[in-house]
C-alpha cells in the first residue's frame, strides 16, 4: 500500500491517460490545469483504425517523454506531486497495461498515492475541470458520452455514483463516423473530417434511415450499412458521386446521427425529468451535436454542458480531476491493481 499523503495545502494530481491510441498526461493543482499534454499515435492512420499491438509499443515510445513534459510543463518537480491517477479501464489492455504499470512504478518510487480512474467516468468528470467562464453541473444530472468505443446515456448522482440508462447494442457512434469516412475514401479518424465537410453541406440532400431500437438504448450498426449500400448504388450510377456530392453526403450523414443521439436524449430528459444535460467523449466535439444541444437550450430551456475542445477527445486532464475528486475522498488503490479491459462505469 503507498503511503498516505499528507493533506498538503495544494493537491498536485498527475493523471495518465493510455486507454486508446492517445499516450497522455496532465497535472492538476486543486483542480485547475497546471499543464496537459497528448501525443496523438500517427501510426494508425495507414490501417483505417487502431491497431492495439502497435499502440501498446508507441505508448510505450510516447509515456516518458509525455510524462517529462507534462510535469516541466506545470512547473513543478515530481516532489510536488501529491498523487497519481491513471486509466484503469475501459480500453485496449496492451495500451492499459503500459499505463497502469508506469503509474505503479512511478507511485511507488515517489512514495505517494494511487488512484485508478474509470475512463469513461473521467470522460463525465471533465465538466469539473476549474476553467474560468464554464459552469458545473449540479447532481444529479445527465451525461451523453459519445466516443469511438462508447455510446451511453448516463443518470449522475455523484462523481462516482453514475448509473447507464442507455447504451449502444453494437457499434458506438465515433464508428458509424469513422465507418462512414471510410466509405467516403476519408482517413481514420474519420469524424472530423466528415464534420468539417458538414459543415459546408446540405443536411436534407440524402436521407438515410434511423434505427428501430426500444428504450435509451441506441444501434449503429445499420446505418453504417445503409451508407455503404448508398454510396455503393450511387457510384454505379455515376463513378463520381462521392466526389461531386461529398459535402452533401457529409452533412446528411451527420444530420441523421445528431437526430438519433438527440431523439433519445430528449426520451432520456422526459423520462428522468433532468434537464441538466452534459456531452463528453470525442463525438461532443462534433458541430452538429453542439449546435443541436445550444437549440434544446433554448428550446426547451435544458441546461446544457459542453466540454472545451481539448477535453472532448481523450486527454490526461480527465483522468486527473476524477482522481482529485477520490483524492479529496482519500480513495486510493494498492500496487496489487490491474488493467480492465471492460470496465463498468
Ligand atoms: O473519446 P475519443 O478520443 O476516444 C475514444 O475513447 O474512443 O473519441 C474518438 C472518436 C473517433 O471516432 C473520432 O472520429 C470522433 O471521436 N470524433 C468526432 C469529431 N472529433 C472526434 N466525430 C465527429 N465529429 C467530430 N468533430
Ligand atoms: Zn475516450
Redesign the pocket.
Known amino acids: 500500500m503507498p503511503n498516505k499523503p499528507q493533506m498538503a495545502e495544494d493537491i498536485y494530481i498527475l493523471g495518465i491517460e493510455s ?4 499516450t497522455a498526461a496532465a497535472v492538476l493543482c486543486n483542480g485547475k490545469i497546471r499543464s496537459n499534454i497528448v501525443a496523438t499515435q500517427k501510426v494508425h492512420q495507414q490501417y483505417g483504425g487502431v491497431v492495439p499491438e502497435l499502440a501498446s509499443r508507441a505508448h510505450q515510445q510516447n509515456i516518458v517523454p509525455v510524462i517529462h513534459q507534462a510535469i516541466a510543463n506545470a512547473n513543478i518537480g515530481k516532489k510536488d506531486i501529491s498523487a497519481i491517477a491513471f486509466t484503469r479501464g475501459p ?1 485496449l489492455m496492451g495500451s492499459l497495461l503500459v499505463g497502469t504499470s508506469f503509474a505503479k512504478s512511478l507511485s511507488m518510487g515517489l512514495g505517494i498515492p494511487l488512484i485508478e480512474v474509470n ?1 469513461m467516468q473521467a ?1 463525465i468528470l471533465a465538466h469539473f475541470i476549474e476553467e474560468d467562464g464554464f459552469k458545473k453541473p449540479e447532481f444529479p444530472f445527465l451525461a451523453m ?6 455510446t451511453q446515456i448516463v443518470k449522475v448522482n455523484d462523481y462516482f455514483t453514475m448509473e447507464v440508462i442507455g447504451e449502444t447494442i453494437d457499434d ?4 458509424a ?2 465507418k462512414s ?1 471510410k466509405i467516403l475514401g476519408l482517413p ?9 465537410y458538414a459543415r459546408e453541406g446540405d443536411p436534407k440532400a440524402f436521407k438515410f434511415p434511423k434505427p428501430k431500437v426500444g428504450g435509451l438504448d441506441f444501434s449503429f450498426s445499420g446505418f453504417k450499412t445503409a451508407v455503404l449500400y448508398f454510396v455503393e448504388k450511387q457510384t454505379k450510377e455515376d463513378p463520381d458521386f462521392i466526389e461531386k456530392n461529398l459535402k452533401d453526403i457529409c452533412a446528411s450523414i ?1 444530420y441523421t ?1 445528431v437526430e438519433i443521439l438527440m431523439d433519445k436524449l430528449k426520451k432520456a430528459v422526459k423520462e428522468t425529468g433532468i434537464k441538466q444535460v452534459a456531452i ?10 453542439r449546435n443541436a444541444l445550444y437549440d434544446a437550450e433554448r428550446r426547451y430551456k435544458w441546461q446544457c454542458f459542453i466540454p472545451k475542445f481539448e477535453y ?4 490526461a486532464a480527465m483522468i486527473a480531476i476524477a482522481g482529485h475528486y477520490k483524492y479529496l475522498k482519500q480513495e486510493f488503490s494498492d500496487f496489487s491493481t490491474t488493467a480492465q479491459a471492460r470496465y463498468k462505469i
Open positions: 486507454s486508446c491510441d492517445d480500453g475512463h470522460h458520452t459519445i466516443s469511438g468505443g462508447h458506438a457512434v465515433g464508428e463516423f469513422d469516412a481514420y479518424p474519420g469524424g472530423p473530417l466528415i464534420d468539417k451527420q446521427i463528453g467523449g470525442g463525438v461532443s466535439a462534433n458541430s452538429g451535436i472532448t477527445t481523450d486527454n
